[in-house]
T-cell receptor, first 114, second 112 residues
Framework: NAGVMQNPRHLVRRRGQEARLRCSPM?????VYWYRQLPEEGLKFMVY????????ESGMPKERFSAEFPKEGPSILRIQQVVRGDSAAYFC????????????FGEGSRLTVL | KQEVTQIPAALSVPEGENLVLNCSFT??????LQWFRQDPGKGLTSLLL?????REQTSGRLNASLDKSSGRSTLYIAASQPGDSATYLC???????????FGTGTRLQVTL
């Protein structure tokens, strides 16, 4: 899973600030997924993107959260006006194909909101 | 709504033992099931992927089985080693854009 690159690995923000998490998928993968792992909870699906398109964002909070996967560059998960409840590990995964593809995960970005 | 349960939540075994981790899911209409390993503070490492048409997959000392009709999968680890200590996660893909539903994991500790 070393091929999926996430940065930053650790991010500290104060309440009300913005957090931007980046994910570069494995080479040749055009499908990107974001998952969130809250403390002592399992991973939960947030959003699925292909290049320039959001395919499924059913797991993403309706407010303050947004994601993009531009034609050039990494996928970005953006959290505006962070609150303490946003503190979690955010994992990105990529796949070469959708639906039946094996997912490969990055090391995660750990967000702490003070 | 798919729900995934893993039992036990934690397990401690002495080195060398064979062990079985269990995963059950409520909706048998799945595309595949994937087992992952997660070390503390780290990401997920894919261990085995079983497509819905398969019964089992093997990789080294690991063997995963799938009984889709009963909604169960098991991960068998042979001759456990201290390096196997980690949290093992089971995830089910119901085919909706590879939206995996994860269990909460089994925390394994292999002692010397």
């Amino acid at each position: 899973n070393a091929g999926v690159m996430q940065n930053p690995r650790h991010l500290v923000r104060r309440r009300g600030q913005e957090a931007r998490l980046r994910c570069s998928p494995m080479k040749g993968h055009s499908h990107v997924y974001w998952y969130r792992q809250l403390p002592e909870e399992g991973l939960k699906f947030m959003v699925y993107l292909q290049k320039e398109n959001i395919i499924d964002e059913s797991g993403m909070p309706k407010e303050r959260f947004s994601a993009e996967f531009p034609k050039e560059g990494p996928s970005i998960l953006r959290i505006q006006q962070v609150v303490r409840g946003d503190s979690a590990a955010y994992f990105c995964a990529s796949s070469p194909v959708s639906v039946t593809g094996e997912l490969f995960f990055g090391e995660g970005s750990r967000l702490t909101v003070l | 709504k798919q729900e995934v349960t893993q039992i036990p939540a934690a397990l401690s075994v002495p080195e060398g033992e064979n062990l079985v981790l269990n995963c059950s899911f409520t909706d048998s209409a799945i595309y595949n099931l994937q087992w992952f390993r997660q070390d503390p503070g780290k990401g997920l490492t894919s261990l085995l992927l079983i497509q819905s048409s398969q019964r089992e997959q093997t990789s080294g000392r690991l063997n995963a089985s799938l009984d889709k009709s009963s909604g169960r999968s098991t991960l068998y680890i042979a001759a456990s080693q201290p390096g196997d200590s980690a949290t093992y996660l089971c995830a089910v893909n119901t085919g909706t854009a590879s939206k995996l539903t994860f269990g909460t994991g089994t925390r394994l500790q292999v002692t010397l």
